[in-house]
């Protein structure tokens, strides 16, 4: 005999007194419960077995199980089943809100719903749209709102399958047998196995938040009941916020923000400019320090507030060996230029006597390679270079 599912009977109810029918490990089996297992997109109840926690409850053919790890419960046993409520009723909301949006969109809109996922902060619906107009969007709000401002009542017809298919429901049935079919005055009817509340004013509100595109299909965005004002006491305080911090009224937000991001990019753009500016002349005083001798450039550039890659395109101007370092936190970056007279030394003779120095790590493309090294012995690392390209010259 199969377990006795009572959260059809009642789907309002909060407890239970039922018996053990069955154990196997963490799965127990009552001879009826309250506790509705995960199906049609709604989640498994959780709640408590005797005050031991039960975290999901699934269906086993015609039984339901309730998975409850380390219990110590026996066949025979009488429990007491609590749900956890606020997880149930949430769902149960959600789960309506979804029947009044899909339904309005079939009968408005002629749009059929391909999947939903209803979850507890965001419900969404696949359409069989490749785009649907914002418009749109706000007008099926509004109806779904119409609808949970006349509290509707849900009810329930039970029938054959024949004689269910034959009312042409907005999605083809897939259960067999004895059919349930649910029905929101005027919104939708559909054969639907799961929880539904009582009447369509519990669900409060649904806000439409967006959409996005999956597998080219539209997918609708939705927050319901108390998710939703949170949302929207969300964006309040953060356009409460921005007024403060910008002394302007909201609707001048958006223009104060493109202005702030062309001086963004205009101040990123002189900044570029005046770095290599700076850049070029650190590199001309170095190269004039050493233009009596090979041009063999090892230094530290750390005072400078700039990163190596500024000198990447002005280095290419000149013929030397240089490497750059510059120390950030506990580490180096560290720069070598090998330019045409220098180009026979190859990254392999650099990285067998050079790096292990430091432990450097990088690589690049002649003339140019970089990339990052421990910061210890830094100097060593300078005087090696200039040792390792004289020598490699004298070859
Ligand atoms: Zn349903």
Same mark, same amino acid.
């Given at each position: 005999?199969? $377990?006795?599912k009572?959260y059809y009977?009642?789907p309002?109810?909060?407890?239970?007194?039922?018996?053990?029918?069955?154990?196997?490990? =963490?799965?127990?089996?009552?001879?009826?419960?309250?506790?509705y297992p995960e199906g049609g997109g709604q989640?498994?109840?959780?709640?408590?077995?005797?005050?031991? %926690?039960?975290?999901?409850? &699934?269906k086993?053919?015609?039984?339901?199980? @309730?998975?409850?790890?380390?219990?110590? +419960?026996?066949?025979?046993?009488?429990?007491?089943? !609590?749900?956890?409520?606020?997880?149930?009723?949430?769902y149960m909301k959600v789960h309506t809100a979804q029947h009044i949006l899909s339904g309005?969109?079939y !009968?408005?809109?002629?749009?059929?719903t391909?999947s939903v @996922?209803q979850?507890?902060?965001?419900l969404?619906i696949?359409? =069989?749209?490749?785009?649907?107009?914002?418009? @749109?969007?706000?007008?099926?709000? !509004?109806?779904?709102?119409?609808?949970?401002?006349?509290?509707?009542?849900i009810s329930y017809r039970e029938m054959?399958e024949?004689?269910a298919q034959?009312l042409?429901l907005r999605r083809s049935i897939k259960a067999h047998g004895l059919i349930r079919v649910v029905d929101i005055?005027?919104v939708d009817s559909i054969a639907c196995g799961g929880l539904h509340v009582e009447?369509t004013?519990?669900?409060?509100?649904?806000?439409?938040?967006?959409?996005?595109?999956?597998?080219? @299909?539209?997918?609708?965005?939705?927050?319901?009941?108390?998710?939703?004002?949170?949302?929207?006491?969300?964006?309040? $305080?953060?356009? =409460?916020?921005?007024?403060?911090?910008?002394?302007?009224?909201?609707? %001048?937000?958006?223009?104060?923000?493109?202005?702030?991001?062309?001086?963004?990019?205009?101040?990123?753009?002189? *900044?570029? %400019?005046? $770095? &290599?500016?700076?850049?070029?002349?650190?590199?001309?005083? +170095?190269?004039?320090?050493?233009?009596?001798?090979?041009?063999?450039?090892?230094?530290?550039?750390?005072?400078?507030?700039?990163?190596?890659?500024?000198?990447?395109?002005?280095?290419?101007?000149?013929?030397?060996?240089?490497?750059?370092?510059?120390?950030?936190?506990?580490?180096?970056?560290?720069?070598?230029?090998?330019?045409?007279?220098?180009?026979?030394?190859?990254?392999? *003779?650099?990285?067998?006597?050079? +790096?292990?120095?430091?432990?450097?790590?990088?690589?690049?493309?002649?003339?140019?390679?970089?990339?990052?090294?421990?910061?210890?012995?830094?100097?060593?690392?300078?005087?090696? +270079?200039?040792?390792?390209?004289?020598?490699?010259?004298?070859?």
């Open positions: 005999m199969g $377990t006795e009572r009977e009642n309002y109810a909060r407890s239970i007194m039922a018996l053990v029918t069955k154990i196997d490990g =963490d799965k127990v089996y009552l001879n009826k419960t309250i506790a989640p498994g109840d959780k709640g408590t077995l005797n005050n031991k %926690e039960f975290i999901d409850t &699934q086993d053919g015609d039984l339901v199980y @309730h998975l409850c790890p380390n219990n110590n +419960f026996s066949v025979g046993d009488k429990l007491l089943l !609590n749900l956890d409520w606020d997880y149930r009723y949430t309005i969109l !009968n408005k809109f002629f749009v059929g391909l @996922h979850g507890a902060n965001i969404t696949e359409t =069989d749209k490749e785009n649907f107009d914002e418009q @749109h969007c706000y007008f099926l709000e !509004n109806e779904a709102n119409k609808s949970i401002n006349r509290c509707e009542k054959d024949d004689k034959k042409t005055a005027n009447n004013g519990e669900v409060n509100y649904v806000l439409y938040v967006g959409q996005e595109i999956v597998r080219s @299909h539209v997918r609708l965005l939705f927050k319901v009941g108390d998710e939703a004002k949170r949302t929207l006491r969300l964006m309040q $305080t953060i356009v =409460d916020e921005l007024n403060v911090r910008h002394s302007a009224q909201a609707f %001048e937000l958006l223009d104060i923000d493109e202005k702030n991001t062309t001086k963004i990019i205009e101040f990123e753009k002189e *900044n570029r %400019e005046l $770095t &290599q500016l700076v850049a070029n002349t650190v590199l001309t005083t +170095f190269i004039n320090k050493y233009k009596d001798v090979d041009v063999i450039i090892s230094e530290d550039v750390s005072e400078y507030p700039f990163e190596l890659s500024a000198f990447n395109d002005l280095v290419k101007s000149h013929d030397m060996a240089l490497l750059f370092i510059k120390k950030i936190e506990d580490e180096i970056r560290w720069l070598i230029y090998l330019g045409p007279s220098y180009d026979y030394i190859s990254l392999k *003779n650099l990285k067998s006597e050079l +790096f292990s120095i430091v432990n450097a790590k990088g690589g690049g493309r002649p003339p140019l390679f970089q990339g990052k090294a421990d910061n210890t012995e830094t100097d060593k690392f300078l005087s090696s +270079f200039r040792k390792l390209i004289n020598e490699q010259k004298k070859e």
